[in-house]
């Protein structure tokens, strides 16, 4: 047995990157039965590289490859001001 392969991709500007981040939100979303629109969350995830890009924060794709399976993890990294 073979160990899993693990990737890490910052999504800067592929769009490849984004429409995959673009999935797994939804996909997340969706699993969790409930409504986002207090959050305007169909602007947010119809404008990810502009609220989430470089100037304003970072995702992080991490791909596992285990047995010929895909697993995909998104973390999003945006900033916090304290005042």
């Not at 979303?29 to 207090?38: E, G, N, P, R, Y």
């Not at 169909?42 to 970072?58: D, H, P, V």
């Amino acid at each position: 047995m073979s160990s899993p392969k693990i990737e890490f991709k910052w999504v800067n500007d592929e769009l490849e990157l984004w429409e995959i981040t673009q999935k797994l939100i939804l996909e997340y979303t969706a699993s969790l039965d409930l409504d986002l629109s207090f959050q305007n969350f169909s602007e947010e995830i119809a404008n990810l590289k502009e609220k989430y890009g470089r100037s304003q924060g970072s995702v992080l794709l991490v791909l596992l490859l285990d047995n010929q399976q895909e697993f995909w993890l998104f973390i999003v990294f945006k900033p916090i001001l304290v005042n």
